[in-house]
């Protein structure tokens, strides 16, 4: 799997024990470990969702080999919503594979999210850590 559908799939994805405060708290601007991909994350309408903000040239050109033209204001991060459970789940768009899968995100603390999807069911699951950008 390319890094930067891993960087995208895995940057978004699981809220274990969230509060409301943890969705506000997610609210930002959030980078992948090696720096290749920045996201935003805002609150659409009931729901949180995150944009790529900006991209490196190789995460653009990895994209595009996976079909997806325009990396940079892509909506990445859609319809997360917080189940009864307090977890926060929602669909992740991949660039580089054009495909949108399921996915969760924890915040692990103010400034570190941990991401993690699968490509089928609970199968082939990733984990992937994003950084809050000051």
């Known amino acids: 799997m390319p890094r930067t559908i891993l960087a995208v799939v895995l940057s978004l994805l699981a809220f274990s024990g969230a509060s409301a405060s943890d969705g506000e708290t997610a609210i930002g601007t959030w980078r992948n470990v090696r720096d290749t991909m920045h996201i935003e994350i805002r609150h659409c309408g009931d729901s949180l969702c995150g944009k790529v903000v900006w991209?490196?040239?190789q995460a653009i050109a990895d994209?595009?080999?996976?079909?997806?033209?325009?990396?940079?204001g892509i909506q990445v991060f859609r319809d997360f919503r917080q189940d009864s459970a307090g977890n926060w789940r929602g669909k992740v768009f991949v660039p580089d594979?054009?495909?949108t899968l399921s996915g969760t995100i924890?915040?692990?603390d103010r400034n570190t999210l941990k991401g993690s999807g699968?490509?089928?069911?609970?199968?082939?699951?990733?984990?992937k850590?994003?950084?809050r950008m000051r």
């Open 55 to 57: 991209a490196s040239d």
């Open 63 to 72: 994209a595009r080999r996976g079909g997806t033209q325009d990396l940079i």
């Open 97 to 99: 594979l054009n495909k």
């Open 106 to 108: 924890v915040l692990v």
């Open 118 to 127: 699968c490509l089928v069911g609970r199968v082939l699951c990733k984990s």
């Open 129 to 131: 850590i994003l950084v």
